[in-house]
């Protein structure tokens, strides 16, 4: 398999990425799942600057980091500067200076990345693991591995994505990228939760109308925090309505596969009995997240000399 020496300073959008990009991450990402190796040229230092709670996105990034020989600093968002009024980008200037090469954030604010990269000068690479309800490009390049691996290419694959798709940094990065790489998306789920601009990517639809239909059937949970606190969900109503039942789940290709970004409220968008069932590919994901991640270092590892 034929990888190119790519360099890039950050990973903040997947708008960085044309589709050739991502199929050039993706295969790098599969390169390590089946064994490759590599040795860094210089000692490597990482932080991971998660402002919003996560297992699986910080986990992730700290195996791949870990896996290609790199050094993790601690940081604890709850006992840090921040808390004492730093802003993000003297923090950032902070850990550059005592010699961290790749920062990875996830932050509450949408585009909290513009700003440190237009107005300011930092030698440190930036990799986004998730902004509010903005993006999330590293879940957004598993997801894409974890479809090629089933499907071997895009064109004219149907994807459906439903759920809480207005508040979903993971619906608007995977449309984005599906479209980008010639799949034809849909959407389904509450209609309130779903924002118009997502038509420019698919179309909205029901979902029993669609589901027989569609290739991959990428779930979403509620996202609660987002919702504020005066809005409660009958989480029983909506499985009915909007889950994958098990009735649902034997209306879908033989061959369909489920994604979900997780984590996975059972009984929720997905019955606790599908979660691990022949379609579900959810810890497949997991898995793939490591090597994607682990692709994504290696480029501005590579753009750092230190690979």
């Not at 604890?76 to 550059?96: F, P």
């Not at 509450?108 to 986004?128: F, M, P």
């Not at 909205?204 to 109308?209: I, K, V």
Request: proline share 3%; with cysteine; hydrophobic share 40%.
């Amino acid at each position: 398999m034929m990888i190119t020496e790519r360099i890039q300073p950050n990973l903040v959008t997947i708008d960085q990425l044309d589709a050739e990009d991502a199929l050039d991450l993706i295969h790098e990402a599969q390169a390590y799942k089946a064994g490759k190796t590599v040795e860094l040229k210089r000692p490597a230092y990482a932080m991971n600057l998660f402002f919003e709670d996560s297992t699986r996105t910080k986990s992730s990034f700290q195996m791949a980091q870990l896996k290609l020989g790199m050094k993790i600093i601690n940081f604890n968002a709850q006992t840090s500067s921040v808390n004492k009024g730093e802003s993000l980008y003297d923090t950032l200037k902070t850990i550059e200076s005592i010699g961290v090469d790749i920062a990875v954030i996830r932050h509450s604010e949408n585009n909290y990345y513009r700003d440190l990269l237009k107005n300011h000068h930092l030698n440190i690479g930036i990799v986004n693991a998730g902004d509010g309800s903005g993006q999330h490009p590293s879940q957004c390049l598993l997801d894409m591995m974890t479809i090629a691996e089933q499907f071997h290419c895009f064109h004219d694959l149907k994807v459906l994505i439903v759920g809480d798709i207005s508040h979903s940094r993971v619906a608007r990065s995977n449309a984005q990228m599906l479209t980008r790489l010639g799949a034809k998306v849909y959407f389904a789920g509450p209609k309130q939760w779903f924002d118009d601009t997502f038509t420019q990517y698919g179309e909205y639809g029901e979902l029993d109308d669609l589901l027989p239909q569609m290739d991959v059937v990428n779930l979403l949970r509620i996202q609660n925090e987002r919702l504020g606190a005066d809005i409660e969900v009958d989480t029983g109503d909506y499985h009915e309505r909007y889950g994958l039942t098990k009735a649902r789940y034997d209306q879908m290709k033989e061959k369909a596969i489920i994604i979900h970004p997780a984590p996975v409220n059972r009984g929720v968008e997905i019955d606790s009995d599908l979660v691990e069932s022949p379609k579900s590919r959810i810890f497949t994901q997991m898995e793939n997240g490591v090597f994607v991640r682990m692709a994504i270092l290696s480029r501005i590892l590579r753009y750092r000399k230190a690979l």
